[in-house]
């Protein structure tokens, strides 16, 4: 190992962080003279199926059963705006920009912008009135809350990389691809032992999502999410908390889930809580992951430890934004109505199939109705007896933050 990383990297670093040390404590487990024609097999197929949409129509027609099998897709993506796709993923930061200056005004920026704060302040007057919490605990979570930086909309420019990436004519797309790629991984292995720089964006400004950070603790906001359902100027304030403003405090909520809470405000792993705590907070993250295991969604069922990140985060979002709206007297069936309405989609059976499997977040329906039927608010909005189906009796309502 040690010889490998001294001809690749550009100077031997201090130390490496292996995020995933049991998938190295068990490679010979995987990798072994036993099965090692199969994994040269995987190897080679899964090289063909990520490089068939840069080879020929031809390519990507044979390729396209396997993912129509995760996806249930009915038919492939046409030329067009696969070319669109192929473009966008080389240079999304470009398209990003473009997309960010165009349909993201300023004055929406400014409301966003605002709502964020907002939303910031909100979490730090529940740390502080947080009552299972220490003092020293809380004290450290309102600095990594204050330190949270900011991204909105889309970058103000366009990082160093892009003066690099240059596209020949005269070679195939899949040629371009290749060259491209070498230039993105010389570009990165050049930045291995430099500090950080907080400033750049991981998620483009076309994109239509969201994240929080923990290495870097930073939240995004792209422009491609700050439209209708989940913001819109011109809507109810009631509905863009509900949805953008549930969002934001989603994303704030990583920031003290159970990775996020391992990290300080630098971005350092470091532990920061007392023990007491934090087996406050593992308590209660039982309780997260007992209210979603074992539901069943499509053919197979929630895996309740799977998703408890995103169903923390998705609990202190909706929780977070309901006292925003409570504190303007906004109109609670408009904030819960749009909190399900920005999570409506149309599902495949095999892609239902998919997101079960793998997805670290819980199928739509259970991450709208559980965190819902958490919250006192939405009895009292809808009515909500004891005998209707949405009910949950009040000890079994999960509460983090």
């Not at 709206?325 to 239902?352: C, H, S, T, V």
Request: proline share 4%.
């Amino acid at each position: 190992m040690a010889e490998l990383l001294a001809e690749v990297l550009p100077e031997k670093p201090e130390r490496i962080i292996v995020e995933e040390p049991r998938f190295l404590d068990h490679a010979d487990e995987l990798i072994n003279s036993d099965n090692f024609d199969e994994i040269k097999g995987w190897m080679l197929i899964s090289f063909i199926n990520s490089a068939a949409g840069v080879l020929s129509q031809e390519f990507r027609e044979t390729a396209f059963p396997f993912s129509q099998a995760l996806s249930g897709q009915s038919e492939l993506t046409p030329q067009a705006r696969h070319a669109y796709y192929t473009a966008n993923g080389s240079f999304d930061e470009v398209f990003g920009i473009y997309y960010g200056q165009k349909y993201l005004g300023e004055d929406a920026k400014k409301d966003i912008t605002s709502m964020i704060k907002n939303m910031i302040k909100v979490y730090e007057n529940r740390i502080r009135d947080n009552d299972w919490l220490s003092e020293d605990t809380k004290k450290k979570a309102i600095v990594k809350l204050n330190a949270l930086v900011l991204k909105i909309g889309y970058p103000e420019k366009e990082e160093k990389i892009y003066d690099l990436l240059q596209v020949d004519p005269d070679k195939s797309l899949y040629e371009n691809e290749k060259e491209l790629g070498k230039v993105v991984v010389k570009y990165n292995l050049g930045r291995l032992t430099k500090p950080v720089d907080r400033s750049e964006w991981d998620m483009p400004g076309n994109m239509n999502n969201a994240c929080y950070d923990p290495q870097r603790n930073d939240i995004t906001f792209p422009a491609g999410i700050l439209q209708a359902p989940f913001y819109d100027l011109h809507q109810d304030r009631a509905a863009n908390y509900g949805g953008i403003g549930a969002t934001i405090a989603h994303e704030i909520s990583h920031a003290f889930d159970n990775n996020g809470a391992k990290f300080d405000e630098f971005g350092n792993m470091k532990n920061w809580w007392t023990d007491q705590d934090f087996a406050e907070f593992n308590k209660r993250t039982k309780a997260v992951i007992d209210i979603f295991d074992g539901l069943q969604y499509g053919p197979g069922k929630v895996n309740g430890k799977q998703v408890v990140s995103e169903n923390i985060a998705d609990l202190g979002g909706l929780t977070c934004a309901i006292q925003a709206n409570r504190a303007e007297n906004g109109d609670m069936k408009e904030l819960f109505k749009n909190y399900a309405r920005q999570w409506a989609q149309l599902q495949r059976p095999e892609a239902i199939k998919t997101e079960v499997a793998v997805d670290v977040h819980a199928p739509q329906p259970t991450r709208v109705n559980i965190p819902s039927q958490c919250q006192d608010e939405f009895y009292e909005a809808f009515d909500v007896k004891s005998s209707d189906g949405m009910w949950l009796d009040p000890d079994q309502r999960v509460t983090i933050w």
